[in-house]
């Protein structure tokens, strides 16, 4: 799997990454990462469930082979083995798996979607590799979207403006970690809902969405408006495909957020 293109082969409950962009969290995972060609990565809170190595599986979970959802990932690794030339804009999208129960659980319903104008937004099924973001984590978008933020980066640098990802895809997992977690800090979900949108409805589910930043800028902060990274954006962005998507007193009831870009 060596040399091949870079690409995160998604499935609803693990994701199949390249090991060589991961982080070994011991000795027996660097030795692993070392040899294998993709690892297999619980959605859910990113733990390492299995190596695959040129001999076969290697666990790095006791009992990975019983985890929901690795069935389905094993198959999509057949499938990329076997594959000739995987067509990674042609590879589809996810089901929008588990939703009822994530919106339950924050107290909310379907309605939730109608009354903010938020639409669904399924995960795409693979992933491409569009460098590293700002905290040197692997920045993760739709083979369309990367080529157009490598092409968007590369057009402001010879501007002399740094423009710098702060994060991109997020799965529906993670969404729902994010309030998880600022409501173990004793915010509400209405509060909460200004700054995220439920799971199963953030732009950044797609893999076309990016957080944009400058360096010395601090990260989703509405003072990126008074960069010059912001009004190079707001002057070329849409060139490249890329539109910002809360303006100021946007529908959505979403606050104002001028460092959230989507590709269209």
């Known amino acids: 799997m060596r040399g091949q293109p870079r690409i995160l082969i998604n499935t609803p409950e693990v994701e199949l990454w390249p090991a060589g962009l991961l982080r070994a969290?011991?000795?027996?995972d660097a030795r692993a990462l070392s040899r294998a060609?993709?690892?297999?990565?619980?959605?859910?809170?990113?733990r390492y469930l299995a190596a695959a190595l040129p001999e076969g599986m290697l666990s790095l979970s006791p009992r990975w082979a019983h985890e929901p959802g690795v069935e389905a990932a094993l198959d999509a690794l057949d499938g990329l083995r076997t594959d000739r030339g995987f067509d990674i804009d042609?590879?589809?999208?996810?089901?929008?798996?588990?939703?009822?129960?994530?919106?339950?659980?924050?107290?909310?319903?379907?309605?939730y979607g109608e009354q903010v104008g938020l639409e669904l937004v399924p995960e795409p099924a693979a992933l491409a590799f569009a460098g590293f973001d700002r905290y040197r984590r692997p920045l993760w978008l739709t083979a369309r979207a990367a080529r157009a933020w490598e092409a968007m980066r590369h057009a402001a640098g010879g501007d002399g403006v740094v423009l710098e990802a702060i994060s991109g895809y997020r799965s529906h997992h993670y969404q729902l970690g994010i309030f998880e977690r600022k409501l173990a800090r004793g915010q509400t979900v209405e509060h909460i809902l200004t700054v995220n949108a439920a799971p199963g409805y953030s732009e950044h589910h797609s893999g076309n969405a990016l957080?944009?930043?400058?360096?010395?800028?601090?990260?989703?902060?509405?003072?990126?408006?008074?960069?010059?990274a912001f009004a190079w954006?707001?002057?070329?962005?849409?060139?490249?495909?890329?539109?910002?998507?809360?303006?100021?007193?946007?529908?959505?009831?979403?606050?104002?957020?001028?460092?959230?870009?989507?590709?269209?």
Do not use: C, Q
């Open 37 to 46: 060609g993709h690892v297999l990565r619980r959605k859910r809170d990113g």
């Open 233 to 264: 954006l707001t002057a070329n962005a849409e060139t490249f495909g890329f539109l910002m998507s809360y303006p100021r007193d946007n529908p959505h009831g979403i606050i104002y957020e001028p460092w959230h870009w989507r590709y269209r």
């Open 211 to 228: 957080d944009i930043g400058t360096p010395g800028e601090a990260p989703a902060e509405e003072s990126f408006e008074d960069t010059a």
């Open 25 to 28: 969290r011991s000795n027996a």
């Open 90 to 111: 042609a590879s589809g999208e996810l089901p929008l798996d588990r939703l009822i129960e994530r919106l339950d659980y924050l107290g909310l319903d379907e309605s």
